[in-house]
């Protein structure tokens, strides 16, 4: 018997992106600045860290694909661009038409949250092949690094 979708997903680790895209919706709704511009700092975390993934390990987006049972093509690039792109574009233009600021404490928070979950889900060593995919080493920490410094960093130099 087949395990309904569902069932898969119960017994899968949320990645961050869920967490992610949860503070996006929440932020979104409330329409609450601090949560924008943590989800703006977020978000840009995300974006930037899975897509150099994708450049540092040119076959890691088809093996998560393939581990996941994810769709391919252009259906997986729909939803890479709702999932990983859309979010910060959205808020971001948020943020600009209200006037709201995104400071370096938003992105701090932002770093933490993602920091932190990503400290659990590896019990302290920062390399999430049994979330994602398997990738060297150097590859996960260099997503880390970029992911915190354009969430600490460049989104709120954007601002």
Same mark, same amino acid.
Not at 60 to 64: D, F, K, N, P, Y
Not at 66 to 93: E, Q, S
Not at 101 to 122: K, N, Q, V, Y
């Given at each position: 018997?087949?395990?309904?979708?569902?069932?898969?997903?119960?017994?899968?680790?949320?990645?961050?992106?869920?967490?992610?895209?949860?503070?996006?919706?929440?932020?979104?709704?409330?329409?609450?600045?601090? #949560?924008? %511009?943590?989800? *703006?700092?977020?978000?840009? +975390?995300? $974006?930037? @860290?899975?897509?150099?993934?994708?450049?540092? &390990?040119?076959t890691?987006?088809?093996?998560?694909i393939?581990?996941?049972?994810?769709?391919?093509?252009?259906?997986?690039?729909?939803?890479?661009?709702?999932?990983?792109?859309?979010?910060?574009?959205?808020?971001?233009?948020?943020?600009?038409y209200?006037?709201?600021?995104?400071?370096?404490?938003?992105? #701090?928070? %932002?770093?933490? *949250?993602?920091?932190?979950? +990503?400290? $659990?889900? @590896?019990?302290?060593?920062?390399?999430?092949? &049994?979330?994602?995919?398997?990738?060297?080493?150097?590859?996960?920490?260099?997503?880390?690094?970029?992911?915190?410094?354009?969430?600490?960093?460049?989104?709120?130099?954007?601002?």
């Open positions: 018997m087949h395990a309904s979708a569902w069932d898969q997903l119960r017994q899968r680790r949320a990645g961050f992106t869920l967490w992610n895209l949860s503070l996006f919706l929440v932020a979104s709704m409330l329409q609450s600045p601090s #949560l924008l %511009a943590i989800s *703006f700092a977020s978000s840009l +975390g995300v $974006i930037t @860290s899975f897509h150099l993934g994708w450049i540092q &390990d040119t890691g987006v088809a093996r998560l393939k581990r996941n049972g994810l769709p391919t093509g252009l259906v997986f690039h729909f939803y890479n661009f709702i999932m990983h792109i859309l979010p910060p574009i959205v808020v971001a233009l948020n943020l600009y209200k006037g709201w600021p995104c400071r370096t404490h938003h992105g #701090l928070i %932002a770093a933490i *949250f993602h920091l932190t979950w +990503g400290l $659990i889900e @590896s019990r302290g060593h920062l390399l999430l092949d &049994d979330i994602y995919v398997d990738m060297d080493p150097f590859h996960w920490h260099q997503m880390w690094l970029c992911g915190l410094i354009f969430e600490v960093w460049v989104a709120p130099a954007l601002f």
